[in-house]
């Protein structure tokens, strides 16, 4: 099963921005972005599916945007106005078998080795 491939990991200061990128996709209809916080169980962070329909949990709106390319199969996530609570490793993942409709954050069952987030204060 093809298997997601994110960016390598990367540090930055509070208040700093970061754009991770997964490629290659395996380019399904749902795709998203999980992490995984030292001391915690991973969490849906955005997803997306092909039409472009968003969704994004609570502790990130209005500061992370996840996007993606059809075309090259690649799936974006922006973070900016980073805090220290959002170090962790961020996964890329995909829901092998939804074609339509919204995404649901429990059908994701296709991840990403995961890259390295660090925010310091």
């Known amino acids: 099963q093809e298997q997601p491939g994110e960016s390598a990991g990367e540090s930055v200061q509070a208040g700093g921005s970061l754009r991770l990128s997964c490629a290659p996709s395996?380019?399904?209809?749902?795709m998203a972005w999980f992490r995984r916080a030292p001391g915690k169980q991973r969490e849906g962070v955005a997803n997306?599916?092909?039409?472009?329909?968003?969704n994004y949990a609570d502790f990130v709106k209005g500061r992370f945007a996840v996007s993606r390319d059809n075309v090259k199969n690649i799936l974006y996530l922006e973070m900016n106005n980073l805090t220290p609570e959002d170090t962790g490793i961020y996964f890329c993942?995909?829901?092998?078998?939804?074609?339509?409709?919204?995404?649901?954050?429990?059908?994701?069952?296709?991840w990403g080795k995961g890259t390295q987030v660090t925010v310091s204060s």
């Open positions: 993942a995909a829901d092998s078998i939804r074609r339509r409709g919204h995404c649901i954050w429990a059908h994701f069952d296709t």
């Open positions: 395996v380019n399904k209809h749902c």
């Open positions: 997306i599916n092909s039409y472009g329909d968003t």
